[in-house]
């Protein structure tokens, strides 16, 4: 079968990212660096894994790194206020990385880069917010890119 003549529409289409995993030297001391730096819940816990809850989403820390620190490859966390980020995560050991974003190393390596939920087009559904207790708004931009692709904002 050619791949270009494939109908679109029997295609998978890509929805969204159901988790990321992450690999890290020792569990313990990853639960402990990313505590001192967000609040959150364990979805679950293994001997070498740990599974942090975001909603409908989640991290996955996996015990093993093995490879350098990442350069360019990182992952985009949604944060609802992240005023305080970049000093708890320096007060944490995370190596700050310069650049017009608040992108930090952790000590595995692990390329993070911090963003608002109020400045994204990415939106959760009211009822992931109310399970995570939260009530977060969105830029008027944010919503207008979110309006511009006819998705029409919630409870912003």
């Given at each position: 079968?050619?791949?270009k003549?494939v109908?679109?529409?029997?295609k998978?289409?890509?929805?969204?990212?159901?988790?990321?995993a992450?690999?890290?030297?020792?569990?313990?001391?990853?639960?402990?660096?990313?505590?001192?730096?967000?609040?959150f819940?364990?979805?679950?816990r293994g001997?070498?894994?740990?599974f942090?809850d975001?909603?409908?989403?989640?991290?996955?820390?996996?015990?093993?790194?093995?490879?350098?620190?990442d350069?360019q490859?990182?992952?985009g966390l949604?944060?609802d206020?992240?005023?305080?980020?970049?000093?708890?995560?320096?007060?944490a050991?995370?190596?700050?990385?310069?650049g017009?974003r608040?992108?930090?190393?952790?000590?595995?390596?692990?390329r993070?880069?911090?963003?608002?939920?109020r400045?994204?087009?990415f939106?959760?559904?009211?009822a992931v917010?109310?399970y995570?207790?939260?009530?977060?708004d969105?830029?008027e931009?944010?919503?207008?890119?979110?309006?511009?692709?006819g998705?029409e904002?919630?409870r912003?």
């Amino acid at each position: 079968m050619d791949e270009k003549n494939v109908d679109e529409k029997t295609k998978p289409h890509i929805v969204g990212v159901n988790h990321i995993a992450l690999e890290v030297g020792n569990i313990d001391e990853a639960l402990d660096f990313y505590g001192r730096i967000f609040t959150f819940k364990l979805r679950g816990r293994g001997t070498h894994t740990a599974f942090i809850d975001m909603g409908d989403q989640f991290i996955a820390l996996m015990e093993g790194r093995k490879q350098p620190p990442d350069e360019q490859r990182h992952f985009g966390l949604v944060v609802d206020d992240r005023s305080r980020v970049g000093e708890l995560a320096e007060a944490a050991g995370a190596t700050m990385l310069e650049g017009g974003r608040l992108d930090f190393l952790d000590p595995w390596g692990n390329r993070v880069q911090v963003v608002e939920y109020r400045d994204l087009q990415f939106t959760k559904t009211d009822a992931v917010l109310k399970y995570m207790k939260l009530e977060l708004d969105k830029t008027e931009e944010a919503k207008a890119e979110l309006r511009t692709k006819g998705i029409e904002p919630g409870r912003e």
